[in-house]
């Protein structure tokens, strides 16, 4: 059998933020997180089939570090099968503890803790759910594993909801999907309409290689092209503006220094929705584009993460 990494993470809150930055982090096949009761720090536990890179996860730490304003426990690493050869100092805070684990399908077993999702009109569910999606919900298909975005996040919740808000079903419309990780809202575009032409971009390779394999399961590759950018820097992004729906999930920072990218991009009526921030950070992140010339149409608050839709000034499907 296949050695597995298991990396466990205690933090004192926001379970939902650190669980999906290390599972974009460690191209993990299965996350999940609990505590034994409302005072207690969330136990989370991701479990892949490669050694995790040990930049790459302490990167993730620092910018959930930034986004929820905790600091981190202790994160452990294990090997099935043979000791470990890692040092001290490769994964951060703390030493890394090797165990042998039983001779067990976990991924199959942890992936159980991940039950079908309801968000707006859609049901968000992973391969080991058999039971047919309900009538009037559409369906995605999404194992919680390798990138960002398998529809447990408030800031994803918050997106798909504002997209199926604005966006129209009808017209052929053009879609950005900026930071796109797994890959779920360009594909919940191409799902409420056939006829969008989809540009989803990460600067992260695996997310994007991630998210066209989601796009190809979930019958809508034919919507999507998917890209490496940093941002809206690609030729891929540029060559198809300007957009009638611009989604940026991602970080307040970004956010903020992509506001007069994001504002170029953006069509005469077009909307950015942008999310992955707090309700602390609304103000900073609203200012900054406003500075660029957008205006804030709406806005919705879920579980502490905002949703923001801006437009230009004068412009927008509310005028």
């Not at 940093?230 to 992509?258: F, K, R, T, W």
Request: net charge negative; aromatic share 4%.
């Amino acid at each position: 059998m296949q050695p597995l990494w298991e990396i466990r993470l205690e933090v004192p809150g926001d379970a939902e933020t650190w669980a999906d930055m290390l599972a974009a982090s460690c191209d993990t096949e299965t996350v999940s997180y609990h505590r034994d009761h409302d005072d207690a720090p969330w136990q989370i536990s991701a479990i892949t089939e490669t050694e995790p890179d040990p930049e790459r996860l302490h990167a993730a730490m620092v910018a959930a570090r930034m986004v929820t304003g905790s600091v981190t426990g202790s994160v452990t690493c294990s090997l099935t099968g043979s000791p470990a050869s890692i040092t001290p100092a490769s994964i951060m805070p703390s030493m890394p503890i090797v165990e042998s684990l039983a001779d067990r399908d976990w991924l199959a077993e942890n992936r159980k803790s991940f039950p079908p999702l309801d968000i707006a009109s859609f049901r968000v569910y992973g391969s080991h759910i058999t039971d047919p999606v309900p009538a009037g919900r559409i369906g995605l298909l999404i194992d919680a594993g390798q990138a960002f975005g398998s529809g447990t996040h408030a800031s994803t919740h918050g997106c798909v909801t504002m997209l199926e808000k604005y966006l129209d079903r009808h017209a052929a419309s053009s879609v950005a999907d900026i930071g796109c990780g797994s890959g779920i809202l360009a594909m919940a575009a191409a799902k409420l309409n056939p006829h969008c032409r989809i540009i989803a971009v990460d600067n992260d390779p695996v997310a994007v290689r991630v998210a066209a394999d989601n796009a190809a399961i979930n019958g809508v590759a034919g919507s999507i092209t998917c890209g490496v950018s940093d941002g809206y820097q690609a030729a891929l992004v540029a060559d198809h503006a300007p957009y009638q729906v611009i989604l940026a999930n991602i970080l307040p920072s970004p956010l903020m220094e992509m506001a007069a990218d994001a504002t170029a991009c953006l069509a005469p009526d077009g909307v950015l929705i942008v999310a992955g921030l707090m309700d602390i950070h609304v103000d900073d992140v609203q200012q900054s584009h406003e500075a660029h010339g957008l205006t804030l149409r709406d806005s919705m608050i879920f579980n502490d993460w905002a949703t923001l839709v801006f437009s230009h000034k004068g412009e927008g499907p509310n005028d």
